[in-house]
């Protein structure tokens, strides 16, 4: 299958030094302002979350937004987020979740950027896969992203750049098995393909609520907390975390390494359902 002539490529200008990204990742915003989900106002946490970037990150290059942007796929969600994501810069980019709707998402995201599935910006190549199956809550990447991943892989070989490979589900298990049911399935064949290309440095990813940072092969394994409600590590069943919610950033360097952490907000009160038994 020829993927390449569905490739949506961009570039990102860059002013020297690392290249400064912000992961914030399933927002889940309802389709009215201040919806709940499992107790929590998901639009109050998500600004609480950008107001600790600012605060702490002085510039950014671009923003991974990795799926569940919206809770119901609501058309009004995508617009709130883009409003959302600009207060931080318009190079923002979107990946669906199980949670968004395809046709929503992409309709809001016409005539922009948000929707690249590559980025290139100084030395780096961001490769954005489409991991999710309509209508599914596990997901897979199918032959078509496969294909498309292993020519971008290509190119960033020939062209000497380092990679990094974004997408919503986790490839690897994370160790709960309520949420592990739903990790990339054709994940052997994603870490088959990238293994046999150096130039990936690190693959990074949403939907588990959680923070995790891993290593394989000495590629990064990078999870990264909801812009609201967090999910206990290690839980056989679902179970909700206390803890505050949060967003990833990542140095991109020249010689291939990656620099990254979690940060959360601190010194708000939020409201999260604990006992919760269920999340769809
Ligand atoms: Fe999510």
Redesign the pocket.
């Known amino acids: 299958m020829d993927a390449s002539a569905d490739l949506r490529s961009c570039g990102v200008d860059h002013n020297g030094g690392p290249v400064k990204i912000v992961q914030i990742t ?1 927002c ?1 915003l309802g389709d009215l302002p201040g919806t709940a989900l499992l107790g929590m106002d998901t639009d109050h946490s998500l600004q609480c979350v950008i107001n600790l970037v600012k605060e702490e990150r002085a510039h950014i290059d671009l923003l991974l937004g990795t ?2 942007l919206s809770d119901q796929g609501a058309n009004a969600a995508y617009h709130r987020l883009k409003e959302y994501f600009g207060q931080l810069t318009q190079h923002s980019f979107w990946l669906p ?3 968004d709707a395809r046709e929503e998402l992409t309709a809001v995201c016409e005539g922009t950027r948000h929707f690249a599935n590559e980025v290139l910006v100084s030395g780096w190549q961001i490769i954005l896969l489409d991991s999710q199956i309509p209508g599914e809550v596990g997901g897979e990447l199918g032959a078509h992203q496969l294909t498309l991943l292993e020519q971008c892989l290509v190119r960033a070989a020939a062209a000497g750049l380092h990679t990094l490979i974004c997408m919503h589900h986790q490839p690897v298990a994370v160790g709960s098995a309520w949420i592990d049911e739903q990790m990339v399935a054709d994940a052997d064949e994603f870490f088959k393909l990238i293994g046999q290309h150096s130039c990936v440095k690190g693959i990074v990813w ?2 588990v ?1 959680q923070q995790i940072d891993g290593d394989w092969q000495g590629i990064a394994l990078l999870a990264t907390p ?1 812009s609201c409600v967090q999910f206990a590590p290690g839980a056989v069943e679902f179970k909700v975390d206390d803890q505050a919610p949060g967003y990833r950033w990542l140095d991109l360097h020249a010689d291939g390494t990656i620099q990254t952490g979690v940060s959360r907000v601190h010194g708000v009160a939020f409201s999260v359902e604990l006992d919760s038994g269920g999340y769809l």
């Open positions: 399933d889940h799926g569940d979740g199980n949670h949403g939907h609520h909801s």
